[in-house]
């Protein structure tokens, strides 16, 4: 675990519980160092009971475990380095036998190299929550997800909160690409970054990241984050952002 690592937890947290407060079904709970994050979107990372602190409270995380198990069919265990020993215990104990490395990724305003075509900048639009419903779309056929997985994870008041900033990528009267910022800590955190399968290979991701981090730097942002796939990593990487550490998380 590293400093940065820890300013990135801690910003991730907060900007995790504004996502809860502001989706329509969004729960968050507390209990010492470990959290409650439940979203009802269909994908387990969403659904989430987790500790990023360097020594997980196990009984806290356990009963936020159970909490919440109860409320949704897809959901995970989530910390921070080593999971193996008691924690990995007791997510099996939970039922959660596989594990993914989700990579944090980090750059402070300095180190970010921003290079994006112009004219696709310029393509990039922030949008609020009249275009839920199209952010919710595009999302989902970026991720090649089945129809309904994200649920009302964007709906309600999301792309109107103070502190998350929504992004469309339009050409042609099309929305090609999703971005999302999240701005808590004084760093931007970036999500949601995806491009349909056909307008993939254009530089519209680098785009959209690129926008997400260029307004937070502007609202006074001195480091952004993110959390990589393998896929979108080189391309994280090439604008000056590194690799910190690995969060795991148990799912089913």
């Given amino acids: 675990m590293t400093i940065i690592g820890d300013r990135m937890a801690a910003a991730y947290d907060d900007a995790i519980e504004d996502l809860c407060g502001a989706t329509p079904k969004g729960y968050y709970a507390r209990r010492g160092t470990a959290r409650a994050a ?23 995380l356990h009963e936020l475990a159970t909490e919440v198990s109860g409320q949704v069919e897809a959901w995970s265990i989530m910390v921070r380095g080593d999971a193996d020993g008691p924690v990995a215990d007791l997510a099996a104990r939970h039922g959660l036998s596989a594990r993914s490395e989700l990579p944090l ?16 900048l ?43 900033d929504g992004y469309l990528y339009e050409e042609a009267g099309q929305v090609l690409g ?4 999240m701005h808590t800590r ?20 680098r785009a959209i990241t690129e926008q997400v981090v260029r307004d937070g730097v502007a609202a006074g942002a001195d480091a952004a984050y993110l959390q990589s796939s393998a896929l979108g990593r080189p391309l994280y990487e090439s604008m000056g952002f590194r690799f910190q550490e690995n969060w795991i998380a148990f799912h089913a």
Avoid: K
Avoid at 178 to 181: A, H, K, R, S, V
């Fill in 38 to 60: 439940v979203t009802h979107a269909g994908a387990a990372t969403l659904n989430v009971a987790y500790d990023l602190s360097a020594e997980p409270d196990l009984d806290a």
């Fill in 105 to 120: 990724l980090a750059a402070t305003a300095d180190e970010l190299v921003l290079r994006a075509d112009e004219a696709q």
């Fill in 178 to 181: 999703t971005g999302l910022g």
């Fill in 122 to 164: 310029d393509r990039v639009r922030r949008v609020g929550a009249a275009d839920s419903d199209r952010y919710t779309d595009a999302l989902t056929r970026g991720f090649e997800a089945p129809d309904g997985l994200f649920g009302p994870l964007m709906g309600g008041a999301v792309l109107d909160a103070e502190r998350i």
């Fill in 186 to 205: 004084g760093v931007v955190g970036v999500f949601n970054i995806a491009v349909v399968p056909a307008a993939r290979g254009r530089g519209l991701g």
